[in-house]
């Protein structure tokens, strides 16, 4: 069930690309390039890691 249509669909993409992939230094959203900084205190940061939260409990379950 999607939490927020059309993003969690993305969301879920994203980390099977990532548990799938056998290269993942190279992924993007692993490894953000250098001046690529996160703002780890934003509301869309918490929403992305909430939401991988509830992904990654489905995909394990």
Do not use: C, H, Q
């Not at 099977?16 to 703002?39: K, V």
Request: no cysteine; aromatic share 6%.
């Amino acid at each position: 069930m999607p939490i927020v249509p059309g993003y969690s669909t993305m969301l879920e993409n994203s980390v099977n690309a990532i548990l799938s992939s056998a290269n993942r230094e190279n992924l993007p959203l692993l490894y953000p390039g250098p001046g690529e900084l996160l703002d780890t205190t934003s509301t869309i940061w918490f929403k992305i890691l909430s939401d991988l939260s509830l992904v990654i409990l489905s995909i394990l379950a």
